[in-house]
């Protein structure tokens, strides 16, 4: 039993970022690959979000609006989480892009995405059910932490 979990450590150690051996560019290629995933997951989720949409009118249910959208406070939750899992990625992959020849073209392609989630949130969540407003915060919350270490490392470092 020791040994196997000696083995494991070993094996998990073995898949860590190594400073002294992995070259920046390939960890760099990794972390844009990975955000890219979380961004087109989180996007597709909002499209077609968990349950599906209703496909028939019928009491308070509309067609296209989410059927997991009903149970208000996890589909709050599920929103809230997928919205800061895609601004998260779309702040890595533009950081990382940031020096590339065409970085304005994905910073439009980027805001274009945004866009779009969120107009495809709007259309399969009732109108009564989320804060539209408290989802847009919560998509700005990674950028302005981002802003605010920058920020703090900059006044930090002139003080030096």
Same mark, same amino acid.
Request: charged share 15%; aromatic share 14%; net charge positive.
């Given at each position: 039993?020791?040994?196997?979990?000696? *083995?494991?450590?070993?094996?998990?150690?073995?898949?860590?970022?190594?400073?002294?051996? $992995?070259?920046?560019?390939?960890?760099?290629?990794?972390?844009?690959?990975?955000?890219?995933?979380?961004?087109?997951? *989180?996007?597709?989720?909002?499209?077609?979000?968990?349950?599906?949409?209703?496909?028939? $009118?019928? $009491?308070?249910?509309?067609?296209?609006?989410?059927?997991?959208?009903?149970?208000?406070?996890?589909?709050?939750?599920?929103?809230?989480?997928?919205?800061?899992?895609?601004? *998260?990625?779309?702040?890595?992959?533009?950081?990382?892009?940031?020096?590339?020849?065409?970085?304005?073209?994905?910073?439009?392609?980027?805001?274009?995405?945004?866009?779009?989630?969120?107009?495809?949130?709007?259309?399969?969540?009732?109108?009564?059910?989320?804060?539209?407003?408290?989802?847009?915060?919560?998509?700005?919350?990674?950028?302005?932490?981002?802003?605010?270490?920058?920020?703090?490392?900059?006044?930090?470092?002139?003080?030096?």
């Amino acid at each position: 039993m020791i040994n196997l979990l000696s *083995t494991s450590k070993s094996w998990y150690k073995r898949f860590q970022y190594d400073e002294n051996v $992995d070259k920046p560019g390939n960890v760099q290629n990794i972390m844009l690959l990975v955000a890219t995933l979380i961004a087109f997951i *989180t996007f597709q989720a909002s499209v077609t979000p968990p349950g599906g949409v209703w496909q028939e $009118d019928k $009491d308070e249910n509309r067609v296209g609006h989410a059927i997991y959208a009903y149970q208000s406070t996890a589909y709050y939750v599920f929103l809230i989480a997928n919205t800061i899992a895609l601004s *998260t990625s779309v702040l890595v992959v533009t950081s990382l892009t940031y020096r590339f020849s065409f970085h304005l073209e994905i910073i439009i392609a980027t805001i274009s995405m945004i866009v779009t989630y969120g107009l495809a949130v709007f259309a399969v969540t009732p109108d009564k059910l989320v804060n539209f407003r408290f989802v847009m915060f919560v998509a700005a919350v990674p950028f302005i932490i981002r802003g605010l270490i920058q920020l703090f490392n900059a006044v930090f470092r002139s003080n030096k």
